[in-house]
């Protein structure tokens, strides 16, 4: 599947540029476009210009709202990160236009980080005049769910979280939700955890975006995932993980192996454990009994996936999400593990949405209040000081 990927606000764009550099490794690895067209839109120029892998023209580095914020973001009002994106809105629907291996792209994908100013106004906005302009081509938003320090002490990023969500679900195909709580390693920097954090959320779409696109022999599965069957499988709520089985670096050869029971046992149960770690490891926490739609690829050396190994994970697939539509495939390569990508889409119930309506109506209410009596209190002052003549 081939992605036209838009990045907005500071967290969009830094994970859009980890597919920048997915993109180059399928060209270098598998010989494959997964994303013709990678494009960043910030209200922040410096965060624009610390960008690695995007292309560095103003037609793929995108800066919005210059004159309003003087390329120094919005600082969380994420109503003025959609005025300003309703303004400049066109400067990116050019920049699409622009690009001349567009016609390739089969769906969209805007990245942002529900939290913020900038990425969280500007996702529904923009995603409403793609919408508008590209009738045949689905449109499929990432957002980024704020760490739990961030919602414990930030009213603001709650409340811009939910508005987000609720605004963004509404207009797009699906929506990935990813919370970022899920990724903190404990051990790392701030610095050098953002950047972990984001590689592994663009991680899981390789194999997927590739699976469909290869045209070598050798990396053709039996039964290949492509395009269609993801946009078929993508609808509403969304998590996607991948999970990941080394395999031992010294083998005997396979007629040895048959023999040995222990190895043979090892071999098709290898799936099952590999699926096991992908639904431990999903993007945010859900069930998957409560997905409508499934998708998932098994990836390994062609020899690793046997027919005794494919249908153990369909089988194990099936028991986990009873109530889905399963599509699933296979893509050979040459891997030193097994990896197996799952997409759960059409959710209908993730609890940590629920927990985002809930306080940020409760902080809609107190918030008002707080405004009302912010007011008194100034008029108050003000109406002490009426009689004293103004210098
Ligand atoms: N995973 C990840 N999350 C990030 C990153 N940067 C920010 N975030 C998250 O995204 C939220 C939004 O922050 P930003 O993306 O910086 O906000 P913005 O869209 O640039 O908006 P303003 O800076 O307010 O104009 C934060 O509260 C974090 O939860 C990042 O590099 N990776
Ligand atoms: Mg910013």
Redesign the pocket.
Same mark, same amino acid.
């Given at each position: 599947m081939k992605l036209t990927v838009i990045g907005?606000?500071?967290? #969009?764009?830094?994970?859009a540029d980890h597919f920048a550099r997915l993109n180059l490794k399928a060209h270098a690895e598998r010989k494959v476009t997964i994303a013709p067209d990678i494009v960043a839109v @910030? &209200? +922040?120029q410096a +965060?624009l210009t610390g960008l690695q892998f995007i292309k560095e023209d103003y037609m793929h580095r995108i800066l919005i709202g210059l004159r309003q &914020?003087l390329g120094? !973001?919005? !600082?969380?009002? @994420?109503e003025? #990160?959609a005025q300003l994106a309703r303004e400049d809105g066109d400067k990116v629907m050019d920049a699409i236009k622009a690009e001349p291996r567009f016609y390739e792209t089969h769906a969209f994908l805007l990245i %942002?980080?529900?939290?913020? !100013? &900038? #990425?969280? #106004? %500007?996702l529904p906005v923009l995603a409403q005049m793609i919408k508008d302009r590209y009738l045949n081509k689905p449109i499929y938003a990432l957002v980024?769910?704020?760490?739990e320090h $961030?919602i414990s002490s $930030?009213d603001r990023?709650v409340y @811009?979280t939910a508005t987000c969500l609720k605004s963004i679900y509404d207009i797009v195909d699906a929506v990935f939700l990813?919370d @970022?709580q899920r990724?903190v390693r404990k051990d790392a920097s701030l610095v050098n955890n953002? $950047?972990k954090?984001?590689r592994q959320?663009a991680e899981p779409f390789y194999d997927l975006m590739c699976a469909g696109e290869v045209t070598k022999r050798k990396y053709v599965g039996a039964r290949t995932i492509d395009a269609g069957d993801l946009i078929a499988s993508l609808e509403g709520w969304t998590t996607i993980g991948v999970g990941r089985t080394p395999l031992p670096a010294f083998r005997f050869p396979r007629e040895i192996r048959k023999k040995q029971f222990r190895d043979k046992a090892v071999e098709s149960f290898r799936g099952s454990q590999t699926l096991d770690a992908t639904v431990s490891d999903l993007s945010i926490v859900c069930s998957p009994k409560d997905a409508a739609k499934v998708a998932y690829v098994i990836a390994g050396p062609a020899k690793e996936i046997n027919m005794e190994m494919v249908k153990n994970v369909s089988d194990y697939v099936k028991e986990i999400a009873p109530n889905a539509l399963i599509r699933g495939g296979d893509f050979p390569g040459e891997k030193h593990f097994i990896d197996i990508t799952l997409i759960l889409s059409q959710l209908s119930f993730v609890p940590k949405i629920k927990e985002f309506y809930e306080k940020a109506v409760q902080y809609g209410q107190v918030h008002k209040e707080q405004i009302e009596e912010t007011h008194k209190g100034i008029q108050a002052l003000a109406d002490l000081g009426r009689e004293l003549p103004s210098l």
């Open positions: 907005l606000g500071q967290c #969009g764009c830094r994970i @910030n &209200t +922040d +965060d &914020t120094h !973001g919005v !600082g969380k009002i @994420n003025l #990160g %942002a980080g529900a939290a913020g !100013g &900038t #990425g969280s #106004g %500007a980024v769910l704020p760490f $961030e $930030e990023s @811009n990813v @970022n990724y953002m $950047e954090i984001n959320i």
